[in-house]
């Protein structure tokens, strides 16, 4: 299982913090930028931690569609530990 921690340095966060009023010029949503700066603020130069952990069996696989080889329909499922 792989799990993805974004903090504020991150692109990731960046991205989600701009946003556009009704005249399409761009703005900071300053409410979430300190939302993030409290609770998320990561470490110094470190926008992401990425935690590969094993798990106790192998996931079943979706089908793929044969038309277009890939994935039709997505199921989430808890991770086993």
Aim: proline share 9%; with cysteine; glycine share 8%.
């Amino acid at each position: 299982m792989v799990q993805i921690y974004a903090y504020l340095p991150s692109m990731t966060v960046q991205r989600s913090l701009e946003e556009h009023d009704k005249h399409g010029n761009l703005k900071e949503n300053t409410a979430l930028k300190e939302w993030y700066q409290r609770y998320c603020p990561g470490l110094a130069g470190v926008g992401y931690i990425i935690q590969l952990t094993p798990l106790k069996t192998e996931p079943s696989l979706p089908e793929l569609v044969p038309d277009i080889g890939w994935c039709g329909a997505f199921e989430f499922r808890p991770a086993e530990f």
